[in-house]
């Protein structure tokens, strides 16, 4: 009998109650808790100033070097100016000389074509009167019976031929020129005037001085360097003032406000962060490489010059921040028909709690409802087993 009933122990399956599940945990905590926009921007000088080749030539005389701290007015280059100073002599001589037909345009003619006109209007004007003295003459003796009719005719058609060649000289004084020609005329004056000042702006561009006091941080030439019409000579700032223009993703364009702070970091001096806020939100999205993104600036106070133009930076825009409230890591968090939840662990056992949430980043997330301070908060199981209400658990580093 004790051997059958030890022979049945030994087929019947031992069941045991399975051991806690192990887990790992977090904690609800007060503090802090920021949502951030996290990308990339340039850096480049508010006040700039740009100086390019105004035409093909060389670099005559090179006074500065990148990094010169200049003052306004200072000569920084001077390009070799001969072609433009034959151009600016031509271009005068053109603008003087259209200038003349303009007057001569304006006067009726040259000063000799006047003067020859007026005496030959005066001689008409004579020849006019005298024949008018001789027909009034006439036309007495006729009535006296001393002229004949066919004399006083001929006296009226003398008048009439002089008064024709008064009538012509008087019209030649005034339109002199037609329509056609006084525009013409008018058209060389202003082509001669806007060549006459193009010539003499590129000239002035020949030597280029400082438009303020600023530091020259880029000089592409060199003393003796051909350049093209068009070449960048050098770049001046003032970086006491800089401007950060910073990309951010499509997506994140519809957080941005102006006025939200900024973080700015730099690579090259790690541990310094410069502090602005954002002074312009995109008004269009552009690609730039394989992004989508809109524009944002903000204007940085840099009077050590420790930022330097062009460099590429790092950007952080706080869209929210909220102090004194209960966060929690953001993987704790859980999502069910968009409902958020966490699994509590009270009392060693897992509890489903449905939460509220409010601001969050990449790391966590604000709880406004369901949870209270020192909360604990399982993450996930340490042997990747589903986590489920009710379940017994072991906490585990």
């Known amino acids: ?15 045991t109650r399975p051991g806690p599940l192990k887990v790992r945990t977090t904690t609800v905590e007060r503090g802090p808790i920021r949502s951030l926009i996290s990308t990339n921007g340039k850096v480049e000088p508010i006040r700039n100033f740009e100086a390019h080749s105004p035409l093909a030539t060389t670099v005559k005389r090179l006074l500065v070097k990148e990094g010169d701290h200049v003052r306004r007015g200072q000569l920084l280059l001077q390009l070799d100016d001969a072609d433009l100073q034959s151009s600016a002599a031509r271009a005068q001589a053109q603008m003087k000389s259209a200038q003349a037909g303009q007057a001569e345009v304006n006067t009726g003619g040259t000063h000799e074509e006047l ?24 036309r007495r003796l006729q ?23 008064v009538t012509l000289q008087e019209q030649e004084q005034k339109d002199r020129y037609s329509q056609p020609e006084m525009a013409k005329v008018q058209a060389l004056g202003l082509e001669a005037q806007a060549a006459y000042e193009a010539a003499e702006g590129a000239l002035t561009k020949s030597s280029v001085r400082a438009p303020f006091d600023g530091v020259v941080y880029a000089l592409p030439v060199k003393q003796g360097a051909y350049v093209q019409a068009g070449d960048l000579l050098l770049q001046e700032g003032d ?62 106070d840099n009077h050590d010059r420790h930022l330097l133009p062009n460099v590429n930076v790092g950007v952080t825009i ?12 953001r993987e704790a968090v859980r999502i069910d028909d968009t409902k958020p939840y ?9 509890k ?28 996930s199981s340490a042997d990747a087993k589903p986590l489920t209400d009710g379940a017994r658990v072991k906490v585990v580093p």
Not at 256 to 263: H, V, Y
């Open 143 to 165: 009535q006296q019976g001393a002229a004949s009719a066919g004399e006083v005719k001929q006296a009226e058609d003398a008048l009439q031929r002089a008064q024709a060649d």
């Open 318 to 329: 706080i869209t929210a921040e909220h102090s004194g409230v209960l966060t929690l890591l």
């Open 239 to 300: 970086l006491s003032q800089m401007l950060v223009r910073t990309f951010v993703d499509e997506p994140d364009i519809g957080r941005l406000a102006t006025g939200e702070k900024i973080e700015v970091t730099w690579d090259a001096l790690p541990g310094r962060i410069w502090n602005g806020a954002v002074s312009t939100v995109p008004s269009a999205v552009k690609l730039r490489g394989t992004r989508n993104v809109g524009e944002v600036t903000c204007t940085l």
């Open 1 to 15: 009998m004790t051997v059958g009933v030890v022979a049945l122990l030994a087929v019947i399956p031992i069941f």
């Open 352 to 379: 489903h709690r449905g939460v509220e949430v409010s601001l969050q980043n990449l790391t966590r997330v604000e709880i406004t409802a369901g949870l209270s301070e020192h909360s604990v908060v399982a993450l």
């Open 115 to 138: 003067l020859t006109r007026d005496a030959q209007l005066i001689k008409d004007r004579n020849a006019r009167d005298a024949a008018q003295r001789n027909l009034d003459a006439l």
């Open 342 to 350: 966490v699994y509590e662990i009270v009392d060693g056992e897992l």
